[in-house]
């Protein structure tokens, strides 16, 4: 149990039938009434963020999160295929279970499994991958007005803007938080 006056950013909760995570919170001290802890939280599973006020002597269970190093083998009939790294053990998640880390899913990459109970709650991909891009228009001389962009579709099947001087066959960076291009690798 941990105390709401010991919250911190990042910390996992167990509370309202689900696992909560804190993403901000702040004691606040009124000049009338009793003190409370103001918190924003959001819910592992579903990502939803809910703003919520605890009593400084309130207490909480606290959510045992674990997290697996796995690697990424190969997808069969929807289903996706990882190896733990240390035990070498495979388990098999759906697309429901890796919802937008698809986008960026490729063959033999490190990502991290979290799970809460025996239950898989989330995939944590690195910040950045580098994907090679299979299909874009051709540049075109003259077509340099400042900030262009262009439409590229990348190995996995997701498609970013680019700058115009990307070409088919380039390897791109991009930022798996937010999806956007970073640079050519």
Sequence with gaps: MISSSDFRTGLTLEFDNGVWQIVDFQHVKPGK????????????????????TFNPNEKLPKAHIESNAMQF??????????????????SELTKEQLGDALKFLKENM?????????????????????????DCDPS???????GATKMAQLE????????????QGDVLRIDTRTGNYIERA
Excluded: C, H, W
């Excluded at 083998?73 to 495979?90: A, H, I, K, P, R």
């Excluded at 970013?160 to 070409?167: C, T």
């Design 110 to 134: 490190d990502i991290t499994l979290n799970t809460f109970k025996g239950t898989i709650i989330g995939v944590d991909l690195p910040n950045s991958v580098d994907l090679e891009v299979t």
């Design 73 to 90: 083998l190969y997808e069969n009939d929807g289903m996706y295929t990882f190896m733990d790294n240390e035990t070498f053990e495979q």
């Design 140 to 146: 075109v001389r003259g077509d340099t007005a400042q």
């Design 33 to 52: 009434g009793a003190a409370f802890v103001r918190t924003k939280i959001k819910n592992v599973k579903t990502g939803a963020v809910v703003e919520r």
């Design 156 to 167: 996995t099947g997701y498609s970013v803007r680019v700058p115009l001087f990307i070409n």
